[in-house]
């Protein structure tokens, strides 16, 4: 059973993500939400946890890998791979505090 302050921490990486859905996806902003959503994660459930090793797993769109300037604005393709993502992540940080 996952404890109410755990239940809120969660609940706010799943707020973040609305923020990260924007038109012209930064990089920065997403590794940072990324960093601290799998900080919080282990904190939760633990290092080794089953929890943390899915939410590893799941597959972002890898802004290394773009081709162009780094600067320019996503293409649509990529853009739906990064919101693909996002939701993925939505979908699992959603579970993780139903259980």
Known sequence: MVKAEDKSKIQSLISDLNGLRS????????????????????EVFGKGSEQTSRFKSLRFFDFSRRQG???APLREEERAGFIRGLE?????????IES
Do not use: G, M, V
Request: no cysteine.
């Open 23 to 42: 038109r012209d996806p930064q990089e920065s902003k997403f590794k940072e939400w990324k960093e601290k959503a799998e900080k919080n994660i282990e």
């Open 69 to 71: 300037p780094k600067d």
């Open 88 to 96: 993925d992540a939505r979908r699992l940080l959603s579970r993780l």
